[in-house]
């Protein structure tokens, strides 16, 4: 079973900052996604990265895909309080449909 | 807009007890997931299911666990015999070809 390791595992900034969230791992996935969770519901999709050196944009979130498909980023630039959430990112194997998810990131952004 | 819906939203159960966790999947989805999520722990894979047959599954997903689609419709995941260590968020996610949707989840309690 592949790992992911995600970092940092809380973050509490003030609105208006920038902030990195960081997903390695020592193997290579075919895919990589990056969900949203609110309390008491499932997991929502935002971005699926699929190709190394990969960038996406959504907003002021910006999703990069590393170059040998094995590490990933989310970056948010003047984040909001609106942003506060768990945000997590799950690779898809190569061998398979499994995700395999990092522990989580729960931002909060205060006003 | 299309969603998966779980029942029940929470359960709580004695020990030893049988449990039927239920997923309307969206229409036209072909592929079937069970995720589950131990309370402060990650997402972990339990199963896939394609074509009335399972097409992956993990190693928590042992002889306890089980599977199927009896109507049609309905993709359901039973538990045999309850142990406390499966108290968790059970997610029910669908897809067709591409995005991956989660349920809201179903909570069970293990007493």
């Known amino acids: 079973t592949q790992l992911l390791e995600q970092s940092p595992q809380f973050l509490s900034i003030q609105e208006g900052e920038n902030l990195t969230v960081y997903c390695n791992s020592s193997?290579?996935?075919?895919?990589l996604q990056w969900y949203r969770q609110e309390p008491g519901e499932g997991p929502v999709l935002l971005v699926t990265v699929v190709t190394g050196g990969e960038v996406k944009k959504l907003k002021r979130l910006t999703f990069q895909f590393g170059d040998a498909r094995k590490d990933s980023s989310l970056h948010i630039t003047a984040a909001q309080p609106g942003d506060t959430g768990l945000y997590l990112c799950?690779?898809?194997?190569?061998?398979?449909?499994?995700?395999?998810f990092g522990e989580g990131t729960q931002l909060t952004v205060n006003p | 807009e299309p969603e998966v819906t779980q029942t029940p939203s929470h359960q709580v159960t004695q020990m030893g007890q049988e449990v039927i966790l239920r997923c309307v999947p969206i229409?036209?989805?072909?592929?079937f997931y069970w995720y589950r999520q131990i309370l402060g722990q990650k997402v972990e894979f339990l199963v896939s299911?394609?074509?009335?047959?399972?097409?992956?599954k993990s190693e928590i997903f042992d002889d306890q666990f089980s599977v199927e689609r009896p109507d049609g419709s309905n993709f359901t995941l039973k538990i045999r015999s309850t142990k406390l260590e499966d108290s968790a968020m059970y997610f029910c996610a669908t897809q067709n070809t591409g995005e991956l949707f989660f349920g809201e989840g179903s909570r069970l309690t293990v007493l």
């Open positions: 229409s036209n989805h072909l592929y």
């Open positions: 193997s290579v996935f075919s895919s």
């Open positions: 299911f394609y074509n009335n047959e399972i097409s992956e």
């Open positions: 799950a690779g898809q194997e190569t061998s398979g449909s499994r995700l395999t």
